[in-house]
């Protein structure tokens, strides 16, 4: 059975023009798509998007109605993004020259090792950088959660999906598209029209679907593509090439859908290491992502030189779980270094006891490989499912803002049980 939603009130019609958000509010909830339109968007996502995962079980994981925000807050969000982006990356090639402060990210000893290499040889080269920064309304604000620049997910649902719904209300308009923005820097890294590899974990449907979709684009811009994983490459002196070619053509690219941490469990006969190093195949993430992508990332900032004014205001407060009184004090949640989907994300009051328990165990055990955070209260907007809480996770590609992956939840932990939802932008003044 799918999830059945009723219109409220001031909501914005489909296809018709849509009221003003409320004075004050950052944004609204539009009414519902009528259920034959909806059927259609999901059927061209399911077989021209590859969106597979659509439906798990008897829910719909796609809300079938829009998140619209107004302009200005758009604008102050990508704002906000672009800087967070480029501290980042200053603090992560400041890490990389001074190799020593990696240990306290959580990274396995072997990617340490190896990136504190990279003062002698050079990080591998970006085929293109893309971030994804989840913001959170709170009762103090914008906040952010996390970075995830390591394997960004939710791309297809970003562009085509939002782009569909967008089709549906008059005055409001998708905040970018970055599946083309996304394509458009592969290419230009890449050069001449080439092969591109496309790398993801056999058994992991929802990082496949996404490389399948990207493979769709680029094979429409003239690259050829591998769907593969890491196993399937071949290196030699730093330069890749699909190791069931008998030629050893160069690839063009490489698309490293395949997280980081994952790859110290390879063997390092299968060249893993020129993901971080020299590797002279551009790669995109590079594996010098994995810095940003730790939870522990906040732990090396005060013996930095780099300044990071954005991420210190808007990211809560983040410490070693050796350093506060977690275990009593509920206003610290806990999550591993590379947590994904919210997977560890841990809240003493949202857990059974036992769950809980598990989790202080593990985390008294290896506190290094853990952080803990404290909790924001963030603000419900009202839908036609109920009051949801959105999380914003906005994209940069080489810096640049390209769109937004939105999704919403009946309570304030945003997971892998999140409802997909298309954010879209009031586009009148």
Not at 130 to 139: Q, S
Not at 244 to 266: K, M, N
Not at 331 to 338: D, Q
């Amino acid at each position: 059975m799918e999830l059945t939603f009723q219109p409220p009130q001031n909501s914005v019609l489909p296809d018709g023009q849509p009221e003003r958000t409320p004075h004050g509010t950052p944004w609204m909830a539009g009414a519902p798509l009528p259920a034959e339109s909806f059927a259609a968007v999901r059927r061209h996502l399911l077989l021209d998007c590859c969106k597979w995962d659509s439906q798990i079980g008897d829910v719909c994981t796609l809300a079938n109605f829009p998140l619209i925000m107004r302009s200005a807050v758009w604008r102050l969000l990508a704002a906000m993004t672009e800087t967070l982006s480029a501290e980042a990356l200053a603090a992560e090639a400041e890490l990389l020259r001074t190799p020593e402060l990696l240990e306290c990210l959580g990274l396995p000893r072997s990617i340490c090792r190896i990136l504190q290499s990279t003062k002698r040889t050079g990080p591998t080269r970006a085929a293109a950088r893309v971030m994804r920064f989840d913001f959170h309304l709170t009762t103090d604000g914008w906040r952010i959660s996390e970075v995830n620049s390591d394997v960004p997910g939710g791309f297809t649902e970003a562009s085509s999906f939002t782009q569909l719904l967008a089709a549906h209300y008059a005055g409001a308009q998708p905040a970018g598209d970055p599946v083309t923005a996304w394509c458009d820097a592969l290419a230009q890294s890449a050069g001449e029209i080439g092969a591109i590899a496309l790398l993801s974990a056999p058994g992991f449907m929802e990082d496949h679907q996404i490389m399948a979709y990207l493979a769709r684009r680029l094979n429409a811009q003239g690259y050829e593509t591998h769907l593969a994983n890491p196993l399937q490459l071949e290196w030699r002196d730093g330069i890749a090439s699909m190791i069931s070619d008998p030629r050893h053509t160069p690839l063009a690219a490489i698309v490293r859908f395949y997280q980081g941490e994952w790859l110290a469990r390879l063997p390092e006969a299968c060249g893993w290491s020129n993901f971080f190093c020299g590797g002279r195949t551009p790669v995109g993430n590079p594996g010098s992502a994995i810095i940003s992508e730790s939870k522990r990332f906040p732990l090396a900032w005060d013996d930095l030189q780099t300044p990071l004014p954005a991420w210190r205001k808007l990211l809560p407060e983040t410490r070693d779980p050796r350093d506060v009184p977690w275990e009593t004090d509920d206003t610290w949640l806990l999550k591993s270094a590379f947590c994904n989907t919210g997977d560890t994300v841990s809240i003493r009051s949202l857990l059974p006891s036992q769950q809980w328990q598990s989790v202080a165990r593990e985390v008294r055990r290896r506190p290094q490989d853990w952080v803990a955070q404290k909790r924001f209260q963030t603000l419900a907007v009202n839908t036609p499912a109920g009051p949801l809480y959105p999380c914003i996770g906005v994209y940069t590609i080489n810096g640049q803002v390209a769109g937004a992956y939105a999704r919403v939840a009946p309570r304030q932990l945003i997971d892998f049980a999140a409802i997909d939802i298309a954010l879209l932008v009031e586009n009148f003044l």
